[in-house]
T-cell receptor, first 113, second 114 residues
Framework: DGGITQSPKYLFRKEGQNVTLSCEQN?????MYWYRQDPGQGLRLIYY???????QKGDIAEGYSVSREKKESFPLTVTSAQKNPTAFYLC????????????FGDGTRLSIL | GENVEQHPSTLSVQEGDSAVIKCTYS??????FPWYKQELGKGPQLIID?????GEKKDQRIAVTLNKTAKHFSLHITETQPEDSAVYFC?????????????FGRGTSLIVHP
């Protein structure tokens, strides 16, 4: 089945620690996205990438970093500079051909120990 | 940038009733409007979408209407069932530098009571 796989489903971070969230897709989509979801806030864009080796900051990029070395993979690192990292993180992908819907993974819930 | 307002934030209905969720957007250049359903612990899933050259679209019990002049669009669910209970998000997007980055509303928690 084609889709997006996020791992792990639950992740815990200690103070001062960087953690990396994995996102893999086998939909052959060019564009990939990372969102942060907090209760009552909807989905806020962290980073997005339209092609391999290129990515752009979204609305809340501070304290996060990404890479796009392969078309299928778009990992997100939550750095120690992100002071409030507790949230539900969603990865999505889409085709770049005209406006197309995004396909989402089932998310990673990150908590602070 | 684009701003999407979504109302209500919570909607409680009895099984069999209709539910309507409304969204407004600010950027007149937005031309694609998807709706997503998110169940607890899952990622959002597309349920219906509409493009700016269409005023209404239906898919079984779900319909979406778009008023470009007023810059608002709505989701209509008829004959609601308990399994319709979820959080629903609207979004608006437009082409920008070769990509379509949607702006999402804050979501509506729909509760259908059996």
């Amino acid at each position: 089945d084609g889709g997006i796989t996020q791992s792990p489903k639950y992740l815990f971070r200690k103070e001062g620690q960087n953690v990396t969230l994995s996102c893999e897709q086998n939909l052959n989509h060019d564009a990939m996205y990372w969102y942060r979801q907090d209760p009552g806030q909807g989905l806020r864009l962290i980073y997005y990438s339209q092609i391999v080796n290129d990515f752009q900051k979204g609305d809340i990029a501070e304290g996060y970093s990404v890479s796009r070395e392969k078309k299928e993979s778009f990992p997100l690192t939550v750095t120690s500079a992100q002071k409030n990292p507790t949230a539900f993180y969603l990865c999505a992908s889409s085709s770049r051909d005209r406006a197309q819907p995004q396909h989402f993974g089932d998310g990673t819930r990150l908590s602070i120990l | 940038g684009e701003n999407v307002e979504q109302h209500p934030s919570t909607l409680s209905v009895q099984e069999g009733d209709s539910a309507v969720i409304k969204c407004t957007y600010s950027d007149s250049a937005s031309n694609y409007f998807p709706w997503y359903k998110q169940e607890l612990g899952k990622g959002p899933q597309l349920i219906i979408d509409i493009r700016s050259n269409v005023g209404e679209k239906k898919d079984q019990r779900i319909a979406v209407t778009l008023n470009k002049t007023a810059k608002h669009f709505s989701l209509h669910i008829t004959e609601t069932q308990p399994e319709d209970s979820a959080v629903y998000f609207c979004a608006a997007s437009r082409a920008s530098g070769g990509s379509y980055i949607p702006t999402f509303g804050r979501g509506t928690s729909l509760i259908v009571h059996p």
